[in-house]
């Protein structure tokens, strides 16, 4: 079963209104929330990420779905399940990195116990005074679909990892696909320019699941097509030394890039147009092919599966 199936599950069984957005949004307390848990050999190894880089990157991922719904990251908690193997370097040096992608945002609290292997839970709060908030749901036809952060560079950092291959690279090549992966860079800025200056109900996401992933949930949280002009999706450019590296750009995840529909999109990246219709279409230089649900579900990352 794969997670959106659980998701709907959760969502039918609760019959929650707050649940289907990166955030939650509580108007009432002015904040969003946002939890998201990191498992050992599921979401990161020991063999390839030191402490630190685990740490920063457990927060940076709950800072992007702050970012994703708006609001201004504020607080932190975090829970730690750990085997009896790991020592008190390693709680420094994660707390360390966990520190250094929180920003301006602090961490409260959180909650340490025994387990076999790693188990990580972050709690993120985010601010909404004077910000608009998004929602998937909030495409509209006619808005432009603008994007920020490159796409496809954790997904090979990723790949390299795992595989040790992909010689066409240089060094300096893979280590900036390696750093992608493991230190992932939330879009504060991007959220802030989006959330304050759009006067219009917009939506917005992270593509931590994939670029083609978080165009498709939008296109049909709103029963909108997403029409996208492949060219213009930030990448850099030596992915194109190795085949299908489109599909890497569209699938490879945990980018933690940011995507909307806006209406005003003065001094933003602008990579297509919502339209009516359904759906996603990705156009290149010489054909264009429709995101199937099929495709989403066969190319998308599977918490479930390490």
């Known amino acids: 079963m794969k997670e959106k199936e659980f998701i709907k599950i959760i969502t039918e069984t609760l019959q929650s209104s707050f649940i289907g957005d990166d955030c939650a949004l509580l108007e009432d307390l002015g904040i969003t929330v946002t939890q998201d848990s990191l498992v050992e050999d599921v979401h990161f190894s020991l063999k390839f990420a030191t402490p630190y880089q685990i740490g920063y990157k457990s ?28 020592d008190e370097s390693f709680i420094k040096e994660f707390y360390r990195g966990a520190k250094a992608a929180s920003g301006e945002a602090k961490i409260v609290g959180g909650d340490i116990t025994g387990a076999d292997k790693i188990y990580i839970s972050v709690t993120a709060i985010g601010c909404t005074k004077e910000r608009k908030i998004s929602s998937r749901k ?71 699941d994939g670029l083609a992933d978080a165009l498709f949930a939008i296109a049909e949280a709103g029963n909108v097509m997403l029409d996208v002009d492949f060219e213009r999706i930030p990448h850099k450019k030596c992915l194109e030394k190795i085949n299908d590296y489109n599909k890497v750009i569209l699938y490879g995840g945990e980018d933690y890039g940011l ?45 479930f599966k390490e």
């Open 59 to 86: 927060v940076m991922v709950n800072i992007s779905d702050i970012c994703a719904s708006g609001a201004v990251p504020k607080y932190l908690t975090i829970a730690l399940s750990l085997p009896d193997n790991i």
């Open 138 to 208: 909030n495409a509209k036809i006619g808005q432009k679909i603008v994007i920020s952060g490159e796409h496809g560079s954790s997904g090979m950092g990723l790949s390299i990892l795992c595989k040790n291959n992909y010689t066409e690279f240089s060094e300096e090549e893979r280590k900036s696909f390696i750093t992608a992966h493991l230190m992932p860079e939330a879009q504060i800025e991007f959220s802030k320019k989006i959330s304050t200056s759009q006067t219009s109900d917009y939506a917005m996401m992270d593509t931590s």
């Open 259 to 303: 995507i909307a529909t806006v209406d005003n999109a003065d001094g933003l990246t602008v990579i297509g147009k919502v339209k009516s219709g359904q759906g996603v279409r990705i156009n290149y230089k010489d054909f264009s092919e429709f995101l199937t649900k099929q495709d989403i579900e066969n190319n998308t990352y599977n918490h």
